[in-house]
């Protein structure tokens, strides 16, 4: 099992390069599907002090709903919880690869499984909706990420 993560960890990053120019946005867009969408913030944690400090959790954060900044915001509160030891192994993480992709109609869900700096695997599952009727109406937005269990022999 650990060998196909490595492949697969080996085929994203190599399709990562090789994406459109979409991926480089930071902030929501009609033109990003949910996969852009953790895809980007999934690349901005990996690269999280690049250019500057949080940069990638501030990149997470324009991309989570009203919704999930209601509960989750203000950025510096959000800052604490992704850097937290719940979601802080995503920071910095050595490289991902994207699992179980469902979309139906405006809800997606996306299985995420990261190698972490300690050589582990870790899964996250993030539920997007599309937005309707706000300021970001008809882009995909994070409504949560939660841990998930990763299984491998």
């Given amino acids: 099992m650990l060998q196909k993560y ?17 991926l480089s946005r930071t902030a929501p867009h009609p033109s990003l599907s949910p996969l852009d969408v953790v895809k980007i913030v999934m690349n901005a ?15 997470t954060f324009n991309f989570a709903s009203p919704a999930n900044k209601n ?4 950025i510096e509160r959000f800052v604490n919880m992704v850097s937290g030891p719940v979601y802080g192994q995503m920071v910095d993480h050595l490289g991902v690869v994207y699992e179980k992709i469902k979309i ?12 972490v700096v300690s050589g582990k695997f870790v899964g996250f599952r993030f539920l997007l909706t599309k937005q309707r009727d706000n300021e970001f109406d008809e882009t995909w937005m994070t409504d949560s990420v939660t841990p998930i269990e990763v299984i491998s022999s």
């Fill in 6 to 22: 490595m492949f697969i960890l080996i085929a994203v990053c190599i399709a990562s390069t090789a994406a459109g120019s979409d």
């Fill in 45 to 59: 944690l990996q690269k999280n002090d690049e250019p500057s400090k949080n940069r990638g959790i501030a990149v």
């Fill in 71 to 74: 509960i989750t915001g203000p």
């Fill in 104 to 115: 139906k109609g405006d809800s997606a869900s996306i299985d995420v499984i990261i190698k």
